[in-house]
């Protein structure tokens, strides 16, 4: 009776796993056969945001229109938050690249234009947050938290082995009587 | 040891839980301005009613004022702006107007029609100037003290509690310093 109960739910078990199985196999598949043409439209996006930032056609070197890409990838629009310098369509971003384009024309360093803004609009227009007293929480946070999930998992795997050990005795006594 | 185990999982519950219920109320689109506390930077621009004349914050040196930043194309501004009528028609402190990448004949035709509390409006077409003051979405609103310091920003309209509870007794208190 006992057998063969543990029989029928390895055997669920086994359908489980093969369901599982199925699922996975059946997802490559479509997908593998959908994969040419959806590499195709990759690219636009990539050559879009390259052309799209420089409206103004102010700068002509190739290190500075390299400087100024960088930069609008690092500044916050700060009108739809969640995009960049670079993505944003926003009329205040256009006048913040403009912005970026005439400093660096003027000779101003990376580190000049981003503190004219961060002087403006605060901390929030870097992507990047800086490291410092009110950011330091944010940026070793996960950290610690990834150690502490570590050392919790530790010591519960640490129980376990010790644990184990009566367990089975208590196990094998009970199926003796 | 025991008593740890219940306590600890409903001590980081309710840190998660505060820090969440604090998030609900807070407006993600208010960023806090680097600017206050410091001087308001320093402008010259023309005269919307007179755009042979330009206008500079050093005229109202010594007073404390406000500097609204509108346009005749922000819905939000015409939500604010009998507040601006009443303060002005009691008289309780000059009210700048900076219209922001507005076409002065717009500005113009809008005020007539809604009424104009200004002591000057003053037209930033480029937006140059609101770059200079962090200014990211109309309306915005600074209260700049006798010495030229900005004391106070309201990102968005200013509505009647605004007014009452934060606006109202600062500029009293900066009045009589």
């Known amino acids: 009776m006992r057998a063969a109960a543990t029989r029928s739910s390895r055997g669920a078990l086994a359908g489980l796993a093969l369901a599982a199985m199925v699922l996975f196999v059946g997802v490559p598949g479509p997908g593998t056969a959908a994969d040419p043409p959806a590499a195709s439209p990759a690219p636009a996006p990539a050559t879009l945001a390259t052309a799209a930032p420089s409206d103004t056609g102010l700068l002509t070197t190739p290190e500075q229109r390299a400087r100024y890409q960088a930069l609008a990838e690092q500044l916050r629009c700060l009108v739809c938050q969640n995009q960049t310098l670079a993505d944003s369509n926003a009329e205040l971003a256009a006048d913040l690249r403009r912005q970026v384009e005439t400093m660096i024309l003027a000779g101003r360093n990376d580190g000049e234009i981003k503190s004219f803004l961060v002087e403006r609009y605060g901390d929030f227009v870097l992507y990047r947050p800086p490291m410092q007293q009110n950011t330091w929480l944010l940026w070793i946070g996960p950290f610690a938290l990834l150690v502490i999930g570590a050392l919790v998992w530790w010591r519960i795997q640490g129980r376990g082995r010790a644990g184990e050990a009566p367990d089975l005795e208590r196990a094998r006594r009970l199926l003796d009587e | ?177």
């Not at chain 2, 509108?70 to 702006?81: L, N, P």
């Not at chain 2, 076409?103 to 770059?131: C, F, Q, T």
């Open chain 2, 1 to 177: 040891m025991k008593s740890l185990r219940f306590v600890l999982p409903v001590a980081i519950f309710a840190a998660i839980a505060w820090f969440l219920l604090k998030g609900l109320d807070r407006d993600p689109r208010e960023i806090p301005s680097p600017l206050i506390g410091k001087p308001a930077p320093m402008f010259s621009l023309p005269v919307t009613h007179d755009l042979s004349r330009t206008w500079s914050p050093e005229a109202l040196r010594g007073q404390v004022w406000l500097l609204n930043v509108w346009g005749s194309w922000c819905a939000a501004c015409q939500v604010e702006h009998p507040l601006f009528n009443d303060l002005a028609k009691a008289g309780t402190l000059p009210i700048v107007g900076l219209a922001w990448k507005d076409m002065p004949d717009n500005s113009i035709a809008w005020l007539r029609k809604l009424g104009n509390p200004y002591a000057v409006v003053v037209s930033d077409i480029k937006g140059g100037v609101a770059i200079d003051y962090g200014v990211y979405g109309a309306p915005e609103t600074f209260l700049i003290d006798k010495h030229g310091v900005i004391r106070f920003k309201q990102v968005g309209p200013v509505t009647p509690e605004v007014l009452r509870t934060k606006l109202l007794p600062l500029v009293r208190q900066l009045q009589d310093s």
